[in-house]
């Protein structure tokens, strides 16, 4: 169902895909867009950059291993916004909504 204030929803597979990478760490990364279905693309973080368009706004959530200093393999989901300069309107309205809906 659709937010009232902006019109939008989030699929049904997208958060399936989001789940299945918060629990399951089935993904790497997944790139959303308004409209477009879950993508996953490569197994790194040079992958998930080449993966974001130009002149296009994406709200991306991206699982990063790491290693602490003690040793420790770890991981860390973040969730990243990628406008452009002239996007700002639409990065802020976008923001709004998911803080709104309490997406992720």
Sequence with gaps: M???AS???VDDECKLGFLELKAKRNYRFI???I???IQQSGENYEDFT????ENECRYAV???DF???ENCRKSKIFYILFEEDNYTMFGSMFRYWIQEK???
């Design 35 to 37: 409209e477009e279905k």
């Design 2 to 4: 659709a937010n009232s």
């Design 67 to 69: 290693t602490t200093k």
């Design 50 to 53: 080449a993966s974001l368009p």
């Design 7 to 9: 019109g939008m929803s």
């Design 102 to 104: 309490n997406i992720f």
């Design 62 to 64: 991206y699982d990063f």
């Design 31 to 33: 790139t959303f867009k």
